[in-house]
């Protein structure tokens, strides 16, 4: 069982649709406290289609994925280190051995098909003995993804309602049984 770092407090978000999920996603963005957050999406597309979403709503945004090059993703790092950049789109690249201080949140717009990747993800805010944010964005194609990264940790994830924002079904139940999933590859 792995347990996540403490001082990060997680919790989830239950999405009806892709649209609820952006609507999620802009209520969350609206917060003062997000001063700096890492959006993980499942592909390299979708990171690319998010940033430049989020780049026409005026947010300072960039992907970060496998496929950019070299000088392109070490210029997107250096400018998350130097503030620059408040809402970078990674897929799993950026998940592990990316050391950044100061990533207040780290949004999960995707749930990951590896639950150890899920906390790859969330590794990356609290660092250094702060306090860190980890929201994810459930979708119906997340709550078996979901349900492996709960039994991985031993921990069920504190579920929360945004009020106007709150999903018109109801949560499936998660299966019980089976592994923590394939290796997602990006």
Do not use: C
């Not at 130097?82 to 749930?111: C, M, W, Y």
């Amino acid at each position: 069982m792995n347990s996540p770092n403490k001082s990060i407090q997680r919790h989830i978000h239950h999405a009806d649709s892709v649209s609820h999920q952006h609507q999620l996603l802009h209520h969350h963005l609206g917060n003062v406290d997000v001063t700096q957050a890492l959006i993980f999406t499942a592909t390299k597309r979708a990171a690319e289609k998010l940033a430049k979403n989020l780049r026409a709503q005026k947010h300072t945004s960039a992907a970060l994925h496998g496929d950019m090059s070299q000088s392109k993703r070490k210029r997107t790092v250096e400018n998350m280190r130097q503030g620059k950049l408040r809402l970078p789109v990674a897929t799993e690249v950026a998940a592990r051995g990316l050391d950044i201080k100061g990533i207040s949140h780290v949004i999960n717009f995707d749930i990951p098909m590896a639950a150890e990747d899920y906390m790859h993800r969330i590794g990356r805010t609290g660092r250094a003995g702060g306090k860190g944010n980890a929201i994810s964005l459930v979708g119906p194609g997340d709550w078996d993804k979901l349900g492996r990264v709960e039994r991985l940790t031993g921990q069920k994830i504190k579920r929360s309602v945004v009020e106007g924002l709150e999903p018109d079904t109801s949560e499936p139940r998660l299966k019980r049984s089976g592994s923590a999933g394939p290796r997602s590859g990006n």
